[in-house]
RNA sequence: GGAGAGGUGGCCGAGCGGUUGAAGGCGCUGGUCUCGAAAACCAGUAUGGGAUUUAUCUCAUCGUGGGUUCGAAUCCCACCCUCUCCGCCA
């Protein structure tokens, strides 16, 4: 969420931030609805101050004089008629503002979609075969890791079951990636849980907007998790931090579910797009001044992870129209997959500055006894796993089909080839 | 799931219709004292909204939402949460 004093004072920047990512908000409305508001603030205060201060001489004396008390049953009836008015009113102003996406940053490049994203750096050689690499989907197969009709039969499209080594392969990934960033990267691990409250999703800004693409629970009103982000964010709701409290590193690994609604049809062989899928989870709640060094070191640890894998990777700037809502700079972190022949986006590194902080009123105290402010909030991939996964298997795919394991996962797999 | 107890400021805890935004204690901050520290003493110490001549004025908030009343932390209703015991269970 976006300050309405930002917007009361420079609506023209918001609208036309708001405009280059193809958005268009309602500032005017927003304008008109944040003015009522006050006046019916002014108007209410006014009348519970007078009713206050009659109250409290009628507390005082025996006399309770008949018109005095018909006039403050008046003033009573007139409050709850405000009340009501701006009720309704905050809530209009609410939805509005809730609508209003953050700023992105000023160097961030124009653009409609993925498409114009700017790739800022390449690392790595990409590899050539003497053979006819093999999408993950058939090596999956063919070496008996991957069992999409299993998966299938359990759940339906985008479900599947990883067997033997393939399974043990995931869950090596995910500790090294959870000892790597504890151990080197100075992040604090979580076990979160898995479904959560209306509140905590409303809380990171999945809903209402974004209603449908998470699975629920009717019969108790809970949400399973889009991504740890979700019941991360909410760790902090409503706390005021002190300063030496800050930064907050966590990193936790969790399964995220997601209906993809949105892209039906879309990537629907193999693993890259599913209904249920394994990440860990890097997140950072920083001092505003600290934001945008956080994001660069947020990026650099994803990058160890890609080096220390062995793959080449790249690393884009998102455009204007690619961007999430509550974000005002992302960068990908995508790895080189041979088989389909395409870069996987294994990790978003997002500055949220304090769009997040706001709406679940995430504050830090500077100072004892300075006034709180809105603290930063970052969040990134570190990594995604099925695409990292796809991404070990097609680069480390060996001519007779077998797939070696790369060198930094061997301790945790504890074997170093598959098939 | 059943029975009971309870949710008050950073924490503990009083209050149970009217000068209570809230006693008292702890903690924290500043000061006095001290070579320094501790102790003692003194002072200060919530958050958010609105107005503003930025000195200040005002409103809201005692789990949440309603209700009663001139007036609610205090009474009534609903919901949420925590604890204890019983049941069930990985």
Request: aromatic share 6%; charged share 25%.
């Amino acid at each position: 969420m976006i300050s309405i004093d930002l917007i009361r004072e420079q609506p023209d920047v918001v609208r036309d931030a708001a405009l280059r990512r193809g958005d268009d908000i309602q500032v005017d409305r927003i304008l008109e609805l944040d003015s009522r508001r006050r006046e019916l603030i002014a108007e209410g205060d006014e009348l519970r101050a007078r009713r206050n201060q009659v109250s409290k001489a009628l507390g005082e004396t025996k006399e309770k004089p008949p018109e005095v008390l018909a006039e403050m049953r008046q003033v009573g009836a007139r409050i709850k008629e405000l009340e009501a008015e701006a009720r309704t009113n905050d809530g209009e102003l609410q939805a509005l503002l809730l609508a209003v996406p953050n700023i992105p940053d000023a160097d961030v490049p124009a653009g409609k979609d993925d498409s114009e994203n700017v790739v800022i750096r390449t690392v790595g050689e990409l590899p050539s075969f003497d053979f006819e690499p093999l999408p993950h989907w058939e090596l999956g197969e063919n070496l008996g890791i991957i069992d999409f009709t299993a998966g299938v039969k359990l759940s339906g499209s985008r479900f599947y079951v990883l067997k033997g080594k393939g399974a043990t392969l995931q869950r090596a990934l995910i500790s090294w990636l959870l000892n790597l960033h504890t151990r080197e990267h100075g992040y604090e691990e979580l076990y979160l849980p898995y479904i959560v409250s209306r509140e905590t999703v409303t809380g990171s800004g999945q809903l209402p907007k974004f209603a449908d693409t998470m699975y629920h629970d009717d019969e108790d009103d809970m949400w399973l998790v889009p991504t740890a982000e979700v019941p991360i964010t909410n760790m902090h709701g409503g706390d005021i931090l002190s300063a030496d409290q800050l930064p907050l590193n966590y990193v936790a690994q969790t399964p995220c579910f997601r209906r993809e609604k949105a892209a039906a049809g879309r990537d629907t062989r193999g693993i890259k797009r599913v209904h249920q899928f394994e990440k860990v989870e890097m997140y950072k709640f920083v001092e505003p001044s600290e934001s945008p060094a956080a994001l660069d070191q947020l990026v650099a640890d994803a990058e160890d992870v890609c080096s220390q894998l062995g793959i080449p990777y790249q690393v884009k700037l998102q455009c204007t129209g690619d961007m999430g809502f509550s974000v005002v700079r992302t960068y990908d972190v995508e790895l080189w997959a041979p088989g389909c022949g395409e870069w996987l986006e294994v990790s978003s590194c997002s500055n949220c500055t304090d769009f997040q902080a706001r709406r679940a009123n995430i504050r830090y105290r500077p100072e004892v006894g300075a006034r709180p402010r809105f603290v930063h909030t970052l969040n990134g991939s570190g990594l995604g796993i099925p695409r990292t996964m796809i991404a070990i298997l097609e680069h480390y795919q060996q001519a007779d089909g077998s797939v070696m394991v790369p060198e930094v996962l061997r301790p945790c797999t504890g074997f170093d080839r598959i098939g």
